[in-house]
């Protein structure tokens, strides 16, 4: 089962926390599940189509809207003025990744055949994308998955 720490899982966590203070999902591709790993994996038609249409363009989506929430001030209808949006600017870049999370504990091996895979991994929900930005808050990361030993982002958000 893969380890939540070490030089390579720190690496991929840090370029996560770049993409979202940066809103650049790009940054934050070495910490998402690979396509090569995918095509390997997962049991369905075309699965470089599925990783690239569903889930990396989730990823993407995802990590423009948690640099949104990452960003956002006090003003929750969305009225505030340029000073206040350059204070929230400033928050963003202030924030300070602080660990992410990962409930070991919860993770479990999923057998061929499961989840549409022709090979078993590792998964496990419920991780924490924790920083500070003035105070402590947090990031829900929905699901990790194993690949060669290394845990990897396939679904930030909801499962889709």
């Known amino acids: 089962m893969p380890q939540a720490s070490g030089a390579a899982f720190e690496a991929r966590v840090?370029?996560?926390?770049?993409?979202?203070?940066?809103?650049?999902?790009?940054?934050?591709?070495?910490?998402?599940?690979?396509?090569?790993a995918y095509e390997q994996v997962k049991d369905v038609a075309n699965?470089?189509?599925?990783?690239?249409?569903?889930?990396?363009?989730?990823?993407?989506?995802?990590?423009?809207?948690?640099?949104?929430?990452?960003?956002?001030?006090?003003?929750?209808?969305?009225?505030?003025?340029?000073?206040?949006?350059?204070?929230?600017?400033?928050?963003?870049?202030?924030?300070?990744?602080?660990?992410?999370?990962?409930?070991?504990?919860?993770?479990r091996w999923v057998e061929p055949g499961e989840e549409y895979n022709k090979i078993g991994y590792f998964r496990v929900f419920g991780s924490r994308l924790r920083y500070e930005a003035d105070s402590a808050h947090a990031f829900d990361?929905?699901?990790?998955?194993s690949w060669r030993g290394q845990w990897y982002v396939v679904h930030l958000s909801a499962v889709k």
């Open 141 to 145: 990361v929905k699901s990790l998955i």
């Open 47 to 107: 699965p470089a189509a599925d990783w690239k249409h569903r889930l990396a363009a989730a990823y993407a989506h995802d990590i423009h809207a948690l640099h949104a929430r990452l960003t956002e001030g006090a003003d929750q209808a969305g009225q505030a003025g340029q000073a206040d949006q350059a204070d929230q600017a400033d928050q963003g870049k202030r924030a300070r990744l602080t660990a992410l999370e990962v409930p070991e504990s919860r993770a």
């Open 14 to 36: 840090a370029a996560l926390w770049k993409a979202i203070v940066q809103d650049d999902p790009e940054v934050g591709m070495p910490f998402f599940f690979p396509l090569a």
